[in-house]
């Protein structure tokens, strides 16, 4: 019975701290934000296993007047009955606009989103590229195309017939002469 | 009498889960590359007939969703 009373108090879990900071603070206010964040975990007896640091990211809507964050994701191991401290106080410290602690379940090693992201975003730009020298190509050859039909069509020869004055006349003579039409 | 008869069309394919071909057993709030097309223009989650996904791994993303939403990473409405 007493080991399982010990095993009980020194339980420490997994959780995941995501925190989203703005991103138009100077690099002193930044560094200040990172360590109260890392001071308050670890005053809670967080131990630390990972950090992921995010570039500027643009945010879907305006929070705070901030379009645009950067993320901060930790993975501590800490007390559960810790964790609501670290919480409260995430809530109201100054530079922290959004925070979320969850529990990691899987033991596999964190995937860096970060990185995964920036090779998305270069993908994502290198496909608009192609597409459109595609496009831009696929015209080209299409007007290409046209062009040499056009110049191996057999030109067709207009006759012109010259017509005299005196045939001319004749005909006029004939239409004014003529009693069934008015003129 | 007006023609009666339906214009034949074949029954549409069942599309696979994408999540279980890759034996998918989280979906991660912050990835956005894979989240990105379950979503529609406006933001909402797209339906499961429509995408394909298996009821684990749809419940699965909406949660995953949803975190997304919250931390500013996805619209929800745009």
Known sequence: MVLLEEAAEEEARLYEFAILYPSSLSQK???????????????????????????????AYPICGHREGKFLILHYTIDPARVREV???????????????????????????????????????????????EREEHVRRQIADRARRQANRPQKKIE???VK??????????????????? | MYNMEKPYRPRQEKK??????????????KDYPTLKPHVDYFGNIRNRSRTGICLRHQKMLKTAIERARF???LAYRK
């Open chain 1, 29 to 59: 206010e930044e560094q200040e934000v990172l360590r109260d964040v890392t001071t308050l975990i670890e005053e809670a007896g967080g131990k630390f296993r990972e950090r992921d640091v995010w570039s500027t990211r643009g945010l």
């Open chain 1, 87 to 133: 919480d409260q106080q995430l809530r109201i410290m100054k530079g922290v606009l959004r925070h979320l602690v969850l529990m990691v379940r899987s033991a596999e090693p964190m995937v860096k989103f970060s990185e995964r992201y920036d090779l998305w975003l270069k993908e994502e730009d290198t496909k608009d590229r192609t597409q459109k020298t």
């Open chain 1, 160 to 162: 012109h017939t010259e």
């Open chain 1, 165 to 183: 004055e005196e045939q001319i006349t004749e005909q006029i003579q004939k239409i004014i002469t003529d009693k069934d039409i008015d003129v």
């Open chain 2, 16 to 29: 696979a889960c994408s999540f279980c071909e890759k034996n998918v057993r989280e979906v991660d709030y």
């Open chain 2, 71 to 73: 931390m500013g990473m």
